[in-house]
């Protein structure tokens, strides 16, 4: 997401922030704490509205992820 033409829909500001967030998808993996959705968030650096973005995990980073909870 380099070189991202944001603007706020809320505040009409450029001015943004890149971040990454990983939640459990359903039960299987709320009981196991497997992380397996990833999203990409972009945060207005005036007003700190969010946008989420969901984005592809690997089955690497799911079985790591696994092991080191």
Same mark, same amino acid.
């Given at each position: 997401?380099? +070189?991202?033409?944001? $603007?706020?829909?809320? *505040?009409?500001?450029?001015? /943004?922030?890149?971040?990454?967030?990983?939640? %459990?998808?359903?039960?299987?993996?709320?009981?196991?704490?497997?992380? +397996?959705?990833?999203? $990409?968030?972009?945060? *207005?650096?005036?007003?700190? /509205?969010?946008?989420?973005?969901?984005?592809? %995990?690997?089955?690497?980073?799911?079985?790591?992820?696994?092991?080191? +909870?």
């Amino acid at each position: 997401m380099k +070189n991202l033409n944001y $603007t706020c829909p809320k *505040c009409d500001h450029k001015g /943004y922030d890149i971040g990454q967030m990983r939640a %459990t998808g359903g039960t299987f993996s709320k009981i196991f704490d497997i992380q +397996n959705q990833k999203f $990409t968030s972009v945060i *207005c650096k005036r007003c700190t /509205y969010t946008e989420f973005y969901k984005t592809k %995990t690997s089955a690497l980073s799911n079985v790591f992820d696994f092991f080191t +909870n």
